[in-house]
Every structure is written in structure tokens, then in C-alpha cells.
């Protein structure tokens, strides 16, 4: 798969990812923190931000790997 091709497909994961990834934290948030304290729901919310960055390194690597000759 040419380089240009991957960067696209790619970049169409990485955005379904965050979509997905930003879903998920915000319904588990508004359900399983509902009484919690404030600096919790932040911390969890900083977390959750951070989190997508791990399944999206294997999948930027991918994009960058240089094309098969």
C-alpha cells in the first residue's frame, strides 16, 4: 500500500477513533460519575483525554512506515 493511501486510511481511523474514544468517555461519565466530586469528573476527563493517544501510536506508526520497494 502506497504511503499516501495509508496516511488516508489512516487518517479516517484515527478521526472514527477519537469520535468513538469521545462517545464512550462522555456516556460513561454522565452514568458512573454522576455524584462524584468535581476534581474527580476533571481527572477523569483529563485521563480520558490522554487515553486515545495509546491505540493511536501503532496506528500513526503504520502511517509513517516508508513504502516496500
Known amino acids: ?12 481511523l ?3 477513533l477519537v469520535t468513538v474514544w469521545s462517545l464512550l468517555a462522555m456516556g460513561f461519565a454522565q452514568f458512573a460519575l454522576r455524584s462524584a466530586h468535581g476534581l474527580v ?3 477523569f476527563y483529563v485521563i480520558a483525554g ?3 493517544v ?6 500513526v506508526a503504520w502511517m509513517m512506515r516508508p513504502n516496500k520497494v
Open 1 to 12: 500500500m502506497h504511503i499516501r493511501t495509508r496516511k488516508l486510511v489512516g487518517t479516517l
Open 14 to 16: 484515527l478521526l472514527a
Open 41 to 43: 469528573v476533571a481527572a
Open 50 to 52: 490522554f487515553g486515545w
Open 54 to 59: 495509546l491505540p493511536a501510536m501503532p496506528l
